[in-house]
């Protein structure tokens, strides 16, 4: 830790742990004490640690072939961005859609930034973003996300964006015009605390932004990619509902750093050669990855597994005492705790101690995004220590 401390800039604070080695959904200290992982990277390492499909899919690959840059391809490359149009737009013409391939979550929200401006021209300055959203830190991401702490130390940051509340269709009716370029949203808030957006309101975004000439950008950097249950969160919560333009990460690589913006119909074709770019997005060691990742969810039917492990374990949380919600969908979940319990990073940094890796996106809520190929036995074990964690809050709070 001092070591950390004297070498690594301090945009993280000081680590919880030092972690030296994870298999399956556990993980071991420098210590030797053992953990489960109910965050995997933040909702990213879906198969867990050491999955022996991505381990051979990325070892094949780098001895082959590591990195080539943009100025050409590989047959990676392109069957992953055939795959990603697949998932994304089920049903859609293929030859309608495109993809372009970046390293992480906030660098897709970029080239989605960028395609907004693109169709937006001069004629439509304005973008709307949702209160409470997080679409990254990088400038052009940390201007559509709304926290004001993230925001203020690096303003002025991109121009144009106007956050409206999350959910409420009067306001998106009432902000949306000729000169509005585009509208991004998260089907589920992670750093709000796992909150869906509620019933009819990506339909509703769907038909007035095409109403008003406006893109939809759909932000499923953590909730897509099974997270949710599905391929896609808004496949789940809008049947139907087909976005221009789709963000993708986290999940997508199973712990390789990779990021994906799938377009379709007009904003597929916005951005032209020399308008973006990147040196690694799209290397064929972090495309080999993901195909791994694509390959054992579809061919071991995690999703259903996701499903319904997340189903039933939302049923068991809500009936901790002291637990006063379960939001969320699958295995993105949002435990709501009740008024008067310390801090939920303090309860989760008592849960580390005993061998649960959480983390608490608000000060009342514990997120849990844990790995797909998470057992039934870890989940009920989770749950009977916090049940037992909670407990010994209340108690305290209720001998004092």
């Known amino acids: 830790m001092d070591r950390y401390t004297d070498a690594v800039m301090n945009t993280f604070g000081t680590p919880g742990r030092v972690l030296v080695r994870g298999q399956g959904a556990h993980l071991w200290d420098a210590d030797g004490k053992e953990y489960t992982d109910l965050l995997a990277g933040i909702a990213v390492n879906c198969l867990g640690h050491a999955h022996p499909a991505i381990v051979e899919a990325v070892s094949t690959q780098i001895s082959t072939l590591g990195h080539v840059s943009n100025f050409f391809t590989t047959p990676a490359q392109v069957r992953l961005a055939e795959e990603l149009i697949s998932l994304t737009f089920p049903g859609r013409p293929a030859h309608d859609s495109r993809v372009f391939l970046a390293n992480s979550g906030t660098e897709a929200n970029e080239a989605a930034f960028k395609i907004a401006r693109r169709h937006g021209g001069a004629g439509r300055p304005r973008v709307l973003a949702l209160q ?44 949306l015009g000729p000169d509005v370029a585009a509208l991004i949203v998260e089907p589920v808030q992670g750093e709000a605390g796992v909150r ?51 963000t993708l990460a986290k999940g997508l690589g199973g712990g390789i750093p990779i990021g994906a913006v799938v377009a379709t119909g007009e904003a597929a074709s916005l951005l032209g ?45 809500l009936a901790v005492d002291g637990v006063d919600e379960v939001r969320g969908r699958g295995l993105l979940i ?59 809050a209340l108690s305290e709070k209720a001998g004092s």
Request: proline share 8%; hydrophobic share 45%.
């Open 132 to 175: 409470d959203a997080f679409h990254g830190r990088t400038m052009g991401a940390l201007a559509l996300t709304h926290k004001a702490a993230y925001r203020e130390p690096f303003e002025p940051l991109p121009g144009g964006v106007e956050f409206i509340p999350a959910g409420d269709t009067e306001a998106l009716r009432s902000a």
């Open 196 to 246: 869906e957006l509620p019933a009819g309101y990506l339909e509703a975004a769907r038909e007035l932004t095409r109403t008003a000439g406006a893109l939809l950008i759909i932000d499923e950097v953590q909730t897509g990619m099974g997270r949710s249950g599905a391929w896609m969160a808004h496949h789940l919560l809008a049947p139907g509902v087909v976005p221009d333009v789709v």
């Open 273 to 317: 050669p020399g308008q973006h770019g990147t040196t690694f997005g799209g290397n064929p060691v972090a495309c080999a990855a993901a195909l791994a990742v694509i390959d054992t969810i579809r061919g071991q039917d995690l999703l259903g597994r996701v499903e319904r492990l997340g189903s039933a374990w939302a049923r068991e949380l």
């Open 334 to 392: 949002g435990v709501g705790l009740a008024t008067g319990l310390p801090p939920a990073g303090e309860i989760a940094a008592t849960l580390a101690q005993y061998g649960f890796i959480v983390n608490a996106p608000r000060p009342d809520t514990i997120r849990l995004a844990p790995p797909f190929i998470l057992s039934d036995d870890d989940a009920s074990a989770f749950t009977t220590t916090l049940s037992e964690v909670l407990a010994q």
